[in-house]
């Protein structure tokens, strides 16, 4: 079994910066990737970012490049999602997952509870 706990949501400005957290648990976690993926109301899940534990290979999706990082700390067994420049397009809840090094969310195993983001106009 993997856990894994977001933090970081809240309100922003359009413009503005907010940094995600996900905690990582479990025996298994290290053998995967780990994924960020949205979900805005009325909207299917959709893919973010996603990074490897081990060589921390990245991908993003196209709507957040240049403007969203993910990046990890292996020792404190966190992956983070630091978003810059903020519309009100990203307003979602945002999800980690673990699972393959993957831009469908269907190929995710874990999920973690979500986290609110919402970028006022």
């Known amino acids: 079994q993997v856990h894994l706990v977001e933090s970081g949501g809240g309100l922003v400005q359009t413009g503005g910066s907010l940094r995600l957290s996900c905690a990582a648990s479990g025996r298994t976690f290290r053998d995967y990737a780990m994924g960020w993926f949205r979900q805005a109301s009325g909207k299917e899940r959709e893919f973010v970012a996603a990074i490897t534990w081990t060589v921390g290979d990245r991908k993003y999706a196209d709507s957040v490049k240049g403007r969203f990082s993910i990046s990890k700390d292996n020792s404190k067994n966190t992956v983070y999602l630091q978003m810059n420049s903020l519309k009100p397009e990203d307003t979602a809840v945002y999800y980690c997952?673990?699972?393959?090094?993957?831009?469908?969310?269907?190929?995710?195993?874990?999920w973690g509870q979500g986290t609110q983001v919402t970028v006022s106009s």
């Open positions: 997952a673990s699972g393959p090094y993957s831009t469908a969310y269907s190929a995710y195993n874990y």
